[in-house]
């Protein structure tokens, strides 16, 4: 009786999670724009907060368009700890970044965007290092990282116990807080046209690793329950976010 009840609170807890995150989807815009079924990213239009320069010189204003990139959380599973998961999902989100490098080239609503951006957070320590340097492979650079507020912290502790709870042991209580960007014209020059190959292709391709050698540097328990590469966690005081 007391098991069954404990099961049927976790169950309930993680549909008002699930509902909550719905609900913030719904009134900041965040839309899928893909549907296929490797794809592992949504997307948003905001509105960058200040002027700043990215890695490849590209110039942007405080309130100049952006989209900003969210993981699309029900489709990570649950990872375990295998390197070939790893593998797939570094494979899967460069498809995901392929497939938006064509949705800019075609969707008038995303042209005019200057820049993506995702904001991350993971725990401090390894986990936030490895998180930042899989973002690097995919030419995301980071500009601002800070740690995270308590409010940021409890969305990211809510997200990680409804998708995957394993991926919380061990892992210290404090979180860092990233953002990271890539121009609009960095990312179509990365993706530079069309590519029909599946996921698995790509992993059969290179060996069991993502195309241009992209080796597993992160826990793939790690990346389990996050909202951006989380790479989002906007969900704070004021901002939330998918």
């Keep these: ?19 909550i995150d719905w609900v913030l989807r719904r009134c900041y815009g965040v839309r899928e724009f893909s549907a296929g079924r490797d794809d592992l ?10 002027d700043l320069v990215l890695a490849d010189g590209a110039r ?8 900003d990139v969210h993981i699309w959380n029900e489709r990570l599973g649950r990872p375990g700890s295998t390197l070939s998961w790893a ?15 064509d949705r800019i080239r075609a969707d008038p609503s995303l042209q005019s965007c200057k820049a993506v951006r995702a904001e991350a957070i993971y725990a401090a320590g390894r ?11 995919f030419g995301f650079t980071r500009i601002e990282g800070r740690t995270a507020s308590p409010g940021e912290t409890l969305v990211s502790f809510c997200l990680a116990w409804a998708c995957n709870p394993q991926s919380l042991r061990g892992k210290p209580l404090r979180r860092v807080r990233n953002e990271l960007w890539i121009s609009r014209a960095a990312l179509l020059e990365r993706y530079p046209a069309p590519r029909a190959a599946s996921v698995e292709s790509g992993i059969a391709a290179s060996g069991g690793a993502a195309p241009g ?24 005081s004021g901002e939330p976010r998918s």
């Design 1 to 19: 009786m007391g098991q069954a009840l404990t099961r049927g609170l976790k169950l309930t807890l993680r549909g008002a999670i699930f509902l």
């Design 41 to 50: 990213l949504r997307v948003s239009v905001s509105q960058a907060k200040h």
């Design 60 to 67: 942007i204003a405080a309130g100049d368009s952006i989209i």
């Design 87 to 101: 593998s797939r999902f570094q494979v899967r989100m460069d498809h995901s970044l392929s497939n938006l490098a």
């Design 127 to 137: 986990e936030a290092d490895a998180a930042l340097k899989i973002a690097r492979r």
């Design 213 to 236: 050698e992209l080796r597993p540097v992160i826990e793939p328990a790690a990346l389990a329950g996050k909202s951006v590469l989380t790479l989002d966690a906007r969900q704070s």
